[in-house]
């Protein structure tokens, strides 16, 4: 196939096309938590289902994300991308007209397959439409872009619920038509060379066992009353997985990636490092808005600081990383993530969201802002040449099931720490017994985050040794 697959004046329709479907895809876990209370009121959602409305989603996007890319290759890059948003703005059309927690539990599985589709093909269209001079560029574009709607995505979100009055949520996810009809608009006809191989192979059944066993999980995880045989069904899938990713022709995931020291220890330090960050992250505004009278437009001053951060600081943390090493960096900043956590946990009991909140908030932004880049570019380095596409997928992949894991485990913790008092974690209410209890559950929550990245901080230095 030609290094580029578009005429030159198509090359920047592409690029936007690009930036607005992986937009939706960024923001989508961050507007969800902030409209996650409203939710849960409108539909009358137990704890237990406001996890899964939050699972759901990440449990098909973790599980068909390497798939995603392996049928954009089979089929075309721009056939699957266009797929994947069209399932991706139905699945939110779902989740806007949703009465039930069950309907919009459905809702959100099918937008994480749509995500699956049309995520991997976003960079993947910019770097085929640019020619290899180019494409530097392009890709700083698409990042930088992204970067400034995923900070404002929570702020639009947090404005829909706080004053769009019952529907104010749905309207979070409505959002999502005009900017997935704009993409598919922009991306018609514009990629004539992107016939795809035929002769690619697509791992469906490593992606159906990934599915099985990560959903029995989650279900473990998440329901404290689940039978043993889910445990064992569990084990036994991922099991499974392993040993058919081992033996099949074409692997979603190349185990042997793995024998690198770097690459491991680098998904290894992704995993803890996302499993605090999207604990904290979908459990805070749920905390604030139940018992801290917060709105949910406040809540936003907890996001974007991390969003703004990351976007200023990982250039410099990139070049920095290329100086020194990746591993200090993301040793320090997860170091910085561990503290920020910390405090969250000792003043959590206070509920002051303004003084207290917001600046762990911002200190948690700044150790990120230092780490996201270098932990990319270790990822990188550890995979050999022709693979970094692959590499790059898997750490994604390890990211997503790290904030599947951690929403389902945390809940748990929460609700443990919380007790069996009324109204229950996540419920608003103002008696003191209530605002206690909420502190207590969140404290326990950013604890483990606090602990989770404290051994991110401690594995980061392992890549700082020489590869031999």
């Known amino acids: 196939m030609p290094v580029s697959f578009c005429a030159e004046a198509d090359r920047r329709i592409i690029l936007w096309a690009a930036i607005l479907a992986s937009s939706m895809g960024f923001i989508?876990?961050?507007v969800t938590s902030i409209a996650t209370p409203a939710m849960r009121a409108a539909l009358g959602a137990s704890l237990q289902e406001a996890q899964w409305i939050n699972a759901a989603y990440l449990l098909s996007l973790s599980a068909l994300v390497l798939v995603g890319g392996a049928a954009g290759d089979r089929f075309g890059i721009a056939r699957i991308f266009s797929l994947g948003i069209l399932i991706f703005v139905g699945g939110s059309l779902a989740c806007a007209a949703a009465l039930t927690p069950e309907q919009m539990i459905a809702a959100r599985a099918v937008k994480g397959v749509g995500a699956a589709l049309m995520v991997p093909g976003s960079m993947a269209m910019v770097s085929r439409a640019y020619p290899r001079a180019e494409r530097g560029r392009a890709l700083g574009l698409w990042a930088a872009a992204s970067t400034l709607t995923t900070a404002l995505g929570p702020v639009l979100g947090g404005m829909f619920v706080t004053w769009g009055g019952e529907i104010g949520w749905r309207l979070v996810f409505a959002l999502n038509l005009p900017l997935g009809l704009a993409a598919l608009w922009l991306i018609r006809g514009r990629t004539p060379g992107d016939i795809g191989k035929p002769g690619v192979r697509v791992d469906l059944p490593g992606a159906g066992l990934a599915t099985l066993g990560l959903g029995l999980m989650a279900w473990v995880l998440t329901e404290a009353t689940a039978p043993a045989w889910v445990a064992l069904a569990a084990l036994a899938s991922l099991a499974g997985f392993l040993i058919w990713e081992s033996l099949a022709p074409a692997p979603m995931l190349r185990l042997g990636l793995f024998r690198n020291r770097v690459f491991a220890v680098t998904n290894l330090v992704t995993f803890v490092l996302?499993?605090?960050?999207?604990?904290?992250?979908?459990?805070?505004?749920?905390?604030?808005?139940?018992?801290?009278?917060v709105t949910p437009l406040e809540v936003t001053a907890a996001f974007l600081p991390i969003s703004i951060l990351i976007g200023v600081l990982s250039a410099p943390a990139g070049r920095m990383a290329d100086r020194w090493g990746a591993g200090p960096l993301m040793a320090t900043g997860s170091a910085l993530v561990a503290a920020a956590y910390a405090g969250l946990w000792v003043f959590a009991p206070l509920g002051a969201f303004w003084s207290h909140v917001v600046p762990c908030t911002a200190l948690a932004g700044l150790g990120l802002g230092l780490v996201v880049a270098p932990l990319t570019a270790a990822a990188m380095q550890g995979a050999e040449d022709g693979e970094q596409g692959a590499a790059s997928g898997v750490n994604n992949a390890v990211a997503r099931v790290a904030g599947l894991i951690a929403i389902a485990l945390q809940g748990r913790i929460a609700a443990t720490a919380y007790g069996t008092g009324a109204p229950g974690f996540g419920i608003t209410g103002d008696t003191p017994a209530h605002l206690a209890a909420t502190g207590a559950a969140f404290g326990a929550v950013a604890l483990t985050a606090s602990l989770m990245a404290a051994l991110a901080a401690v594995l980061a230095l392992l890549v700082a040794r020489p590869v031999r």
């Open 28 to 30: 989508d876990s961050s």
């Open 274 to 293: 996302y499993f605090a960050l999207n604990g904290v992250m979908f459990y805070l505004p749920m905390t604030a808005v139940s018992a801290w009278k």
